[in-house]
């Protein structure tokens, strides 16, 4: 594992074709500093569906993607940002994904039931941030300014050390 923090920054347009290339990039660069396939994983999965939601609801389809890892002692923080613009319609279906997630402590219970109503659903599944904090393993938040949406991941993994 690189004793060293690392980051990277993109902004672009993503399409369909971008997210797997991103999300390959994203899983080989981390597999390469991190060593730990489950972390690089759930790393490589949060950025392609966070993608995947930019790509259906940002409203001039310009995205801000950050993706960091700062090694610690003992444990070692994994952050993924995204930012990009939405419409008030999209704006307020993240907002009440979020307020849910807030009732719900137990990630993959809420997952339970967000698979069960998506069986229901005629467009889209709506779980793509469910999915995040449950497979993912990561917490979830998110800020709201004026029509900029920002979607932070995160997750704390313990550290291990090449010696």
Known sequence: MTLTPTAFEL???PNVELISIVRRFVSDFYDRMIEDRDTVSRMALATHELLENAVKYASDGATFLSITFEPGETTSTVSIRL??????EHIAAVA???EEMSRHDDPFSHYQVAMARSAKRKVGSGLGLVRVRAEGEMTMSHTIEDDRVTILAQTTVRARRSS
């Not at 930012?83 to 008030?88: G, L």
């Open 11 to 13: 902004s672009f347009q």
């Open 83 to 88: 930012v990009n613009r939405a419409d008030a």
């Open 96 to 98: 009440a994904i979020f």
